[in-house]
């Protein structure tokens, strides 16, 4: 059984990014069902996948994560607007029997994502 996960990093400080929100959304077409919701703990991960098993089927999905209250929370001064806010990654599942990893790598300027192992 296959399973989505993610890791966090805060490449600005070198840091796991601890406390970032992070909502999962099942895409259907123009419409979006959240389906899940966590919170990366201490070392930018999440204490449980973010789906698995029977919740993760073929599909398209939306991981949107919540960067600027990261960023707010850690501290870092941010203009207003944040220039992001959010960072919205829509990913395709074709084998829901796979491991899908998706690490995330952010500053309150950047983001880079991969499918990882």
Not at 2 to 12: A, Q, R, W
Not at 50 to 56: F, M, P, S, T, V
């Amino acid at each position: 059984m296959g399973k989505l996960t993610t890791h966090v990093l805060d490449t600005s400080a070198g840091i796991p990014a601890a406390g970032v929100r992070i909502e999962v959304y099942d895409v259907m077409g123009a419409a979006r069902v959240l389906i899940a919701k966590q919170t990366t703990g201490a070392d930018g991960r999440c204490t449980a996948p973010l789906l698995e098993g029977g919740e993760l089927r073929r599909g398209r999905y939306q991981l949107v994560f919540k960067l600027a209250d990261y960023f707010h929370g850690r501290g870092v001064a941010l203009s207003d607007p944040a220039f992001l806010e959010e960072a919205s990654i829509r990913l395709g599942i074709a084998a829901p029997e796979q491991n899908y990893h998706v690490p995330l790598l952010i500053t309150p300027w950047s983001y880079s994502v991969y499918r990882g192992g």
